[in-house]
């Protein structure tokens, strides 16, 4: 099982980024999405599709339907400058797989 | 607080042996699921291998199943990652992380990551 990110996204700060993850019948799958800045581990932003763990900004949000999933942070801030990469279970490998990853720029 | 602290890497030569542990703190370990994922340099994120809370489960990727074995001590709260036959593209940073939810499900999130060690597979 694939899952495909854009290599990158650039936004200026205050407008909405949105990052995408395409995978084969992908709403059927529950999508995390974790944030990583250089240098440091990775943090959980949004887990089964929509929901946000405690202490991540309500900027976050998630969605999946389709062949898509998005997460979308609005009100974009220089602080959000990481990398993003979606996660799923693959039920048919028993594998949890990860997206390519997406560098969001803040311009 | 919930810790996660890797240890073990270093540099090994193609075909050796390392074993990695993860030493956690801070929460009831023997509840929850353990994953190993790696990163190479300037690389994205690569899912390795889990283990359930009882040791029932574990899954492995193909790229290191044969050669990597994930255990735990639940006495110790503690996780490890024997690699084998490594090889060049083994080189990574290696992190352990914690399933966000204490019950068994492969379709958990991971919610605590440790900082990770350092594996460098060079002759």
């Known amino acids: 099982y694939v899952l495909t990110q854009p290599p990158s996204v650039s936004v200026a700060p205050g407008t909405t980024a949105s990052i995408t993850c395409g995978g084969k019948?992908?709403?059927?799958?529950?999508v995390h999405w974790y944030q990583q800045k250089t240098g440091q581990a990775p943090v959980l932003v949004m887990y089964?599709?929509?929901d946000r763990p405690s202490g991540i900004p309500e900027r976050f949000s998630g969605s999946n339907s389709g062949n898509t999933a998005t997460l979308t942070i609005s009100r974009v801030e220089a602080g959000d400058e990481a990398d993003y990469y979606c996660?799923?279970?693959?039920?048919?490998?028993?594998?949890?797989?990860f997206g390519g990853g997406t560098k969001v720029t803040v311009l | 607080e919930v810790q996660l602290v890797e240890s073990g890497g270093g540099l090994v030569k193609p075909g050796g042996s390392l074993r990695l542990s993860c030493a956690t703190s801070?929460?009831?370990?023997?509840?929850?699921?353990i994953s190993w994922v790696r990163q190479a340099p300037g690389r994205g994120l690569e899912w390795v291998s889990y283990?359930?809370?009882?040791?029932?489960?574990?899954s492995y990727s193909d790229s290191v199943k044969g050669r990597f074995t994930i255990s735990r001590d639940n006495s110790k709260k503690s996780s490890f990652l024997q690699m084998d036959s490594l090889r060049v593209e083994d080189t990574a940073v290696y992190f352990c992380?914690?399933?966000?939810?204490?019950?068994?499900?492969?379709?958990?999130?991971?919610?605590?990551w440790g900082q990770g060690t350092l594996v460098t597979v060079s002759s």
């Open positions: 992380a914690r399933d966000a939810i204490p019950a068994v499900g492969a379709t958990n999130p991971s919610d605590y």
């Open positions: 801070g929460f009831t370990f023997s509840s929850y699921t």
């Open positions: 019948n992908i709403g059927s799958k529950a």
């Open positions: 996660q799923v279970w693959d039920s048919s490998s028993d594998h949890r797989i």
């Open positions: 089964d599709d929509s």
């Open positions: 283990i359930s809370s009882g040791s029932d489960y574990v």
